[in-house]
């Protein structure tokens, strides 16, 4: 365990972007929490590396993203970063909420930086983070495999985990409507 939320996460937020279709399946609501260890070369949101950037996640916050959720056409929530799995305090209140609220009637979607197996062997936060996810995004942004004609990643490294189906089969699942 490197880098623990408890110790890094200031519970800062970079954005919100309601209803966007470009983070996932669908029109979702995407958080974007602020801190990141990785320092991958060509990040696309290098500001949100930085643990203060932003604003500090708030009640008003939280309830504003469940009343856009709540709405018809929204399929799910997004998160992103900075790193999510680095915000776990956050994340997890949301995505808690989320599934008390909606059950699995939204799904959730998470980018991060670390990989498959390495949350594996991570701290408890994470893994109770990455149970409550419907698709994960793994692995970090590679300037080298950058290819921007990829489905929903930047670099051709990243997978798009289905999370309910690689949990019960104890091997990574590829998303089913992955087309590229």
């Not at 990989?115 to 594996?120: G, Q, R, T």
Request: glycine share 8%.
């Amino acid at each position: 365990m490197e880098w623990l939320a408890s110790d890094l996460s200031q519970g800062y937020v970079a954005d919100y972007k309601p209803f966007t279709f470009v983070d996932g399946e669908g029109v979702r609501c995407s958080i974007y929490v602020s801190g990141c260890k990785f320092n991958c070369p060509g990040c696309y949101n290098k500001v949100a590396q930085n643990f203060h950037y932003g604003t500090p996640y708030t009640q008003e916050l939280e309830d504003r993203i469940i009343e856009d959720l709540s709405q018809s056409y929204v399929q799910g929530l997004t998160l992103l970063g900075g790193e999510p799995f680095l915000n776990t305090q956050t994340c997890l209140q949301l995505c808690r909420r989320v599934r008390r609220e909606f059950g699995h009637t939204k799904d959730i979607w998470s980018w991060t930086g670390y990989k498959w197996d390495e949350l594996m062997q991570e701290s408890p936060d994470k893994l109770e983070l990455l149970n409550l996810l419907d698709i994960l995004v793994d692995g970090r942004f590679l300037e080298a495999e950058k290819d921007l004609t990829l489905q929903f990643r930047g670099s051709a490294n990243q997978r798009i985990i289905d999370v309910p189906a690689s949990l019960a089969s104890g091997e990574v699942k590829i998303w089913a409507n992955l087309v590229r």
